[in-house]
């Protein structure tokens, strides 16, 4: 399940400080949707460049564009399509590629100008459609690549993709359709590509597939039940901080929980649960919908106090009674998540609960929104408040003019969840860089603090 849209990190553009050399073809990007395609966008940019492309942050240095579309929900598609119309507008040459090039009528439909379209993973149609617009033009001694490849995040984190497709069935959902089957990738070239990241300088690793514990449990040979436990572990090796996204409340995640204890990946579980009411989540065909979450989650904070838990969850689906959306409110009571992010349901072209019966109308959805991110709010402040006075390790992300640092604590996930800012004798910290600072003011979302 991708974050819902407000907490996508959107429109992301390649960090790339180099010039142009003369005659040197350039390509810029437009990366829209979830992390998942953010490593593909990473990925294709990291081939052109190996190519001798260069890279623009802007329309008008780039010969061409490629715009990286997310299809997940019809807000997502229609960004994509007024992202498509503003690359051809702006520049005039554009290629189309990912989940919503999985329904190419649509986008000529509106777009007739396009020059190709591609659906997801297909790299090497867009290094075609690429080299059919503008031809390469490589430079055996300039061309170098960069150790780590090319990263649209900042260089001292990257998003790890270790798998792809999904095997469930969610009836809100239709990435299985556009991605298909979990497909997960070998362990020695996930810990390949994490080793080269760490030697390149990266400092987090970012652990994604669309059903991280998941991992592994297609492969008919395995040695082990279940793989994403060792990956777990070896990527804990690493020395570099390991968050895990996208992991479901499976009982096997206790055995995760340890690692975390014993500081070898972060104490941190971005896991959807979605909802909380056991018909709901039945009628929306979750998988690990009969697990007792509440006794998941007490287990995993019996072995590991610290655990941060982030979830999403969606209000309004069709079908949710006062009584199972109350049940989801008393849920949060128990589970007293940290972070938390909601949506009220859509319906997407394509998905199964569009024919369910019995939709919410549009005001009760955002009455249980707002009641619901209330509650959620009120949690989390409370939680940032009893973190004033503590000692804690966080990584800077960003130190601007006037010499604030932008950090994150290890609760702290890049682009979805808060900050910790840094704003007495920060000048000389680098992006990158692990400090330990103590709080000394919460707010809602945010801590303040000063170096320790
Ligand atoms: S687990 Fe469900 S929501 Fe997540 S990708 Fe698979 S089908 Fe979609």
Redesign the pocket.
Known sequence: ?QNPPDLRPDLSRARIQDSRREGQPTIGMVSLGCPKALVDSERILTRLRAEGYGISADYAGADAVIVNTCGFLDSAKAESLEAIGEALAENGKVIVTGCLGAEPDYITGVHPKVLAVTGPHQYEEVLDAVHGAVPPAPDPFIDLLPASGVSLTPRHYSYLKIAEG?N???K??I??DMRGRLVSRPAKAVLREAEKLVEAGVKELLVIS??TSAYGTDWKDRETKFPFLDLAKDLGSLGAWVRLHYV?PYPHVREVVPLMAEGKILPYLDI?FQHAHPDTLRRMA??AAAERTLDEIAAWRGICPDITLRSTFIVGYPGETEDEFQTLLDWMDEAQLDRVGCFQYENVAGARSNDLPDHVPEEVKQERWDRFMEKAQAISEAKLAAKVGQVMDVIVDDVDEDGIATCRTKADAPEIDGNLFIDEDAGDLQPGQIVRVEVDEAGEYDLWGRLA
């Open positions: 399940m999904c469930h069935k969610c809100f959902c990435i299985p669309q059903d479901y959807p979750r998988p």
